[in-house]
Structure formats: C-alpha cells, structure tokens
C-alpha cells in the first residue's frame, strides 16, 4: 500500500512539474511574440495591439465558420493606412477534444476599409472541384482545379483572378472577398505577426490591382457593406 501510494504521488509531481513547464514556455513565447509585436508597430504609427481580443469575435462570426466553438481572438493588431483606409489583423486558435486526442485549428485574418465602395467578388477554396483529377489547361489560362470565384464585374475578375491568385489559394489555403467598403482576408494557419501584418499589406493590395473604370463603377452601389462591425459581422 505505501508502495502503491509513494508512486501516485510521485506521478501527480511529475504531472505538476510538466504543466508547471509547460506554463513557463508559454509565458516565454507570449513575451518574446509581445516584444516583436511592439518592434513591428513601431514603424506603424496610431497602430494598437492587444495580445486577447475576445470582444472581436462578435465582428467575425462568418469568418470563423470553420473554427470548433469558441474559437479564442488573440495577437489584435490594428491602425491607419494611408489615403483614409484602416485596417485590422487577428490571429485564431480553436480545439475540441476527439478520443484519446485534441484537435486543433488556427487561422488569421486580415480586413481593410476603404473610404470608397468596392467590386462585390470573392476567392476561394472549393472543395467540390478537387485538385486531384485536375483537367489540363493552356498555357496563361486560370486553372480552376479546387478553387471558387465570384464577381459581379468581368472587368475585375479579369484583374484578380489570374493563375498567381489562383496558384495562391490553392497552395496557401487563402480565400478572399470585396464587400462594400471592405476586404476581408484569411488564411487557415496562425501566422507570427510579421506574417499578419503581410496579410493586411496583401488585403490592401489587392485594390490597388482594379482598374480606375471598374472602382468608378462600384461607387454607384446602394448602402454598402461597412466593413465588419458589432452589427455586421464579417
């Protein structure tokens, strides 16, 4: 009996002194990830950050349709651009518990306003046309094999869908979509905060792609989309 009870407490210290470690790693990396977010937004004036954020979820609940439930917000990071536009960058992390082990999943997004009304149009993954058993196609023709796109305007389709985007959401698992004064961006892994910032750059460039014809035409839209608010979420 003294034996039987010497090893369960030599198993619950064991236990303790791992999570215990677990814990202090954690906290290591927090405040290694915290001193890169504040060198990064150094050169980024009016920007801030919080490293939990869980107020933000009611602005994304359609961008984390594919997250398990509460999905936890954490890495904000938001502020200005130039020429009038804002923009916000967050990392997500969800789990549930499957058998014997625990399931993850991590994505990040990335949104930027513009002052102006954009194309409604959309990028992404599609799973009903695999790439797998992919039809051949010419040479500098858009390959479709396992990616969805909508747009309203030819125009802009032909601007942003070209084979590089679709090459990058097939490779990089990123979907996108234009939507009123908004983009909204998200790629299906956590990315270091360099990363994130990348992402906003990406968003916002993405609009510098369309032609001045095809931004004169999304002007005339009726009440468009803010951008994702309380309200609206995105």
């Known amino acids: ?49 919080k490293q939990k954020a869980p107020e933000v979820r009611f602005r994304y609940q359609r961008a984390v349709l594919g ?14 651009l130039s020429g009038g536009r804002t923009a916000e960058t967050v990392r997500v992390s969800s789990e ?16 930027v306003v513009f002052p102006f009304s954009l194309p409604s149009m959309s990028l992404g993954p599609d799973q009903s046309r695999p790439v797998v058993w992919q039809t051949p196609v010419a040479p ?21 869908f070209t084979p590089g985007a679709l090459d990058r959401v097939r490779s990089g ?18 990315l270091t905060p360099q990363g994130m910032l990348s992402l906003v750059d990406e968003a916002a460039g993405l609009v510098e792609r369309l032609p001045a014809a095809v931004l004169a035409r999304a002007v005339t839209q009726p009440n468009p989309w803010p951008g994702p608010t309380v309200g609206q979420p995105g």
């Open 1 to 49: 009996m003294h034996g039987t009870g010497f090893r369960v407490l030599v198993g619950v210290g064991c236990f303790v002194a791992l999570f215990a470690l677990l814990g202090l790693w954690g906290w290591r990396q927090d405040r290694a990830t915290a001193r890169r977010v504040v060198e990064l937004l150094a050169s980024r004036p009016g920007w801030s950050w």
């Open 67 to 80: 997250h398990f439930s509460q999905p936890k917000f954490t890495w904000w990071m938001s502020g200005p």
């Open 96 to 111: 549930r518990s499957r058998g014997k082990g625990t399931e993850h999943r991590t994505s990040t997004i990335a949104v």
């Open 140 to 160: 500098g023709q858009p390959d479709w094999a396992g990616v969805h796109g909508d747009s309203e305007d030819p125009e802009a389709a032909a601007a942003l």
């Open 173 to 190: 698992h990123v979907q996108w979509r234009m939507e009123g004064c908004a983009v909204v961006l998200i790629q299906s892994r956590g």
